[in-house]
């Protein structure tokens, strides 16, 4: 059973009931995320969402540690680009303590400058094992290169400048800027009764103040540029990627068929044609990465240097198909139900339905059922994934990166000529 409740400070609670289980999964999502951030403060975001859980002033960082890690359950938290969430599943007996403690971290939280200078630390060494990881690497320096001149394309934890340069002071001033009422959502689902729910939030969060303002998120322009990364590892690691649809396109529903069949699951055809018939790559497949009002597709692959040039041939063969012949009837059968399977899979774990609840209300601002999806999914044609392949597989929307041993190799636009 869904509820949803507005407090009077704009704050929104949603829930829904699933009587069945003996768990709860709860989450305070906040619409802030890194592509509010001014350049200086890149990664400001993800910073905030470390400290968080750092101290209050009633709890040290160990005893909030040690009282979430007591209660047997999960708890964790992460920052995209357009949204932060603090997260955790319980049994429902220990939602009153998670409760508070995560409303505690998230009120009552003192950025003790001791605890900004470990966090630091910290964020500093996860962006050097991120750079030390090519397989997500590529994927960092792909969206700086299609999304540059935006927010979007700057990595969600920032830079090793601007994450040296972050002071409690700026904590401050950007969480009175953004941490507001009218962004944040509460959402619960599992056992939960929606107004004993709302009896444990209302205290804390009913008493925050409107306050701050509307953050700038400037739409985006796809750049259409090819560029080489050298660096000393075995397999060239690429990433190819065209605009896709946003969060609110009706659009949106076709993209996800089209992935599918592209490269999103085992039977598609870049998995079929580059790994299983040639053996050329063991990880290729294709990806969507959607905003509320820009998107992107995307194409990931890793394979020898002697085999890349054949591998970005292959990938352009298989978009130019799209673009050229409709797909068949089974293909557009058979994605569709793999999107069904996902999302009714997906729906037995309290934290996905605690998570979905979320971000329907700050997408579409009401509760969007799972018939209304497989409606949406069904709507699309063969005539439709034709056009719309036509339409997004254009080289002037198109980027291309490859990270590895690439001194002295001969790759340009050539290969985004579709």
């Known amino acids: ?51 968080l859980f ?37 049994l429902d007996t220990h939602l009153p303590l998670v409760v508070e403690i995560l409303s505690d971290i998230f009120l009552q939280s003192v950025f003790d400058q001791v605890e900004v200078e ?26 700086q290169n299609f999304w540059d001149g935006n927010a979007l394309g700057r990595p969600i934890f920032g830079n090793v400048q601007t994450v040296k340069s972050f002071t409690r002071e700026m904590i401050l001033e950007y969480l009175n800027r953004g941490y507001h009422p009218d962004r944040i959502v509460l959402t619960a689902a599992g056992n939960v009764n929606h107004q004993e729910f709302l009896e444990l939030v209302g205290p804390a969060f009913s008493n925050i103040e409107r306050h701050g303002h509307n953050f700038d998120r400037t739409p985006p322009r796809a750049n259409s540029r090819v560029d080489l990364y050298s660096r000393d590892i075995e397999q060239i690691h690429l990433c190819l990627g065209t605009r896709g649809t946003s969060l609110h396109e009706k659009e949106r529903y ?60 292959l990938i352009r063969l298989e978009l130019s198909r799209f673009k050229r012949e409709p797909i068949s009837d089974t293909e557009l059968r058979a994605a ?27 997408i579409f601002n009401r509760f969007v059922t799972y018939e209304e999806i497989e409606a949406g999914l069904e709507r699309v044609t063969v005539e439709d994934i034709q056009a719309l392949a036509q339409q997004i597989f254009q080289p002037e929307v198109m980027s291309l990166v490859l990270l590895g041993q690439v001194n002295g190799l001969d790759v340009d636009h050539t290969y985004l000529d579709l």
Not at 71 to 80: D, E, I, L, P, R
Not at 254 to 270: A, D, E, Q, T, Y
Request: hydrophobic share 35%; with cysteine.
């Open 118 to 143: 470990r966090e630091r630390e910290v964020i500093l060494q996860e962006i050097n094992m991120v750079e030390d990881t090519p397989d997500e690497y590529v994927h960092i320096l792909f969206n």
């Open 254 to 313: 076709c993209c996800s068929i089209l992935n599918v069949i592209l490269g999103g699951s085992m039977s598609s055809r870049l998995f079929q044609e580059v790994r299983e018939r040639r053996g050329l790559a063991y990880s290729i497949y294709s990806f969507l990465s959607s905003q509320t009002d820009t998107g992107m597709m995307g194409i990931y692959g890793a394979v020898r240097p002697d085999n890349i040039k054949e591998t970005l041939e």
């Open 336 to 362: 569709k139900e793999h999107i069904k399977g996902g999302i009714y899979l997906a729906a037995e774990n309290t934290d996905n339905r605690m998570s979905r609840l979320a971000k329907n209300e700050m």
């Open 54 to 90: 750092k101290g209050t002033e009633k709890r040290s960082a160990l005893e909030i540690a040690k009282q979430l890690d007591a209660v047997g359950g999960m708890s964790n938290a992460f920052t995209s680009k357009e949204n932060t969430c603090f997260h955790a599943k319980v």
């Open 1 to 51: 059973m869904y509820n949803k409740t507005v407090l009077d400070n704009g704050m929104r609670v949603v829930t829904e009931r699933i009587s069945h289980l003996h768990s709860v999964s709860m989450g305070i999502w906040l619409n802030v995320g890194s592509r509010d951030e001014q350049e200086n403060e890149s990664g400001l975001t993800h910073f905030i969402e470390h400290m």
